[in-house]
């Protein structure tokens, strides 16, 4: 029905889904969706709106070093150089992450954890350890469109090389290892919402886990990237310490 969230499939006894991480019981929030769906402003909003309560992982730092060859799976990039992989799961240290996670949820400062990345509902660790699982599904033309237009005009970067590494393989990567996770989640939200709609969605879901009021207009920071930076790196929180029935919310 439109105007309320899509839960599917949820677990009746969270206790198998991750509520405790470190001897704390401290639930965690994964958000997954493909690149420019709308995920890391989603989970970035959040952590400004509760930046008492929610400490944010981003995916995006765990990559593994992308000059060292024996690590992540490599590939062929439109140029012919070899390089990591960024498309593929296994070029996410996944005990980084694991680590990262149990610190944060055992270090007393948050009530939920909040890890976002395209592979969030997609790496068996992070699955395992999320409360709820998010899903942003956002039309494939919406993302690439955004994801060009923040190379022209946040990165000032020539978008062609980005076009032919999506057209290479970025494509089908989202559709066999992003895409799939999207029957794993709780809750599908419509990556074209407004975002105060997407936060309601995500708070009904989650219930009184947090603890207070949301702010009404929370500073905005933005960064060199043009996201809102989030509170969760101020907290420490590092890899140093560790379809169509979406609906229109």
């Known amino acids: 029905m439109a105007g309320e969230e899509v839960t599917r499939g949820v677990l009746p006894d969270r206790g198998d889904r991750g509520w405790w991480a470190g001897g704390l019981r401290v639930p965690v929030l994964a958000v997954a969706g493909g690149t420019a769906s709308g995920k890391s402003t989603l989970a970035e909003a959040l952590a400004l709106h509760h930046p008492d309560t929610v400490g944010l992982i981003h995916l995006d730092?765990?990559?593994?070093?992308?000059?060292?060859?024996?690590?992540?799976?490599?590939?062929?990039?439109?140029?012919?150089?070899?390089?990591?992989?960024?498309?593929?799961?296994?070029?996410?240290?996944?005990?980084?992450?694991?680590?990262?996670?149990?610190?944060?949820?055992?270090?007393?400062?948050?009530?939920?954890?909040?890890?976002?990345?395209?592979?969030?509902?997609?790496?068996?660790?992070?699955?395992?350890r999320a409360a709820w699982r998010v899903y942003v599904d956002t039309p494939d033309d919406i993302r690439l469109a955004r994801k060009i237009l923040r190379k022209i005009e946040v990165q000032r970067q020539d978008p062609a090389l980005s076009l032919r590494n999506y057209l290479a393989?970025?494509?089908?990567?989202?559709?066999?290892?992003?895409?799939?996770?999207?029957?794993?989640?709780?809750?599908?939200?419509?990556?074209?919402?407004?975002?105060?709609?997407?936060?309601?969605?995500?708070?009904?879901?989650?219930?009184?886990?947090?603890?207070?009021?949301?702010?009404?207009?929370?500073?905005?920071?933005?960064?060199?990237?043009?996201?809102?930076?989030?509170?969760?790196?101020?907290?420490?929180?590092?890899?140093?310490?560790?379809?169509?029935d979406a609906v229109p919310v």
Do not use: K, Q
């Not at 992308?66 to 150089?81: E, F, I, K, Q």
């Open 61 to 128: 730092d765990f990559y593994v070093p992308a000059h060292d060859p024996l690590r992540g799976v490599r590939t062929l990039s439109a140029t012919g150089a070899e390089t990591l992989d960024w498309n593929h799961p296994g070029s996410i240290d996944e005990t980084a992450v694991t680590a990262a996670i149990d610190a944060a949820a055992g270090s007393g400062r948050h009530r939920l954890v909040v890890v976002e990345g395209l592979f969030a509902l997609t790496l068996p660790a992070v699955a395992a």
């Open 169 to 244: 393989h970025g494509r089908e990567s989202h559709a066999e290892y992003v895409a799939p996770s999207r029957s794993r989640a709780d809750l599908v939200l419509d990556g074209t919402a407004p975002e105060s709609d997407l936060l309601a969605a995500v708070r009904r879901l989650i219930g009184p886990v947090l603890g207070e009021p949301a702010r009404s207009e929370p500073p905005r920071v933005r960064t060199a990237g043009g996201m809102a930076l989030s509170p969760g790196h101020h907290a420490g929180i590092s890899p140093a310490c560790a379809g169509s």
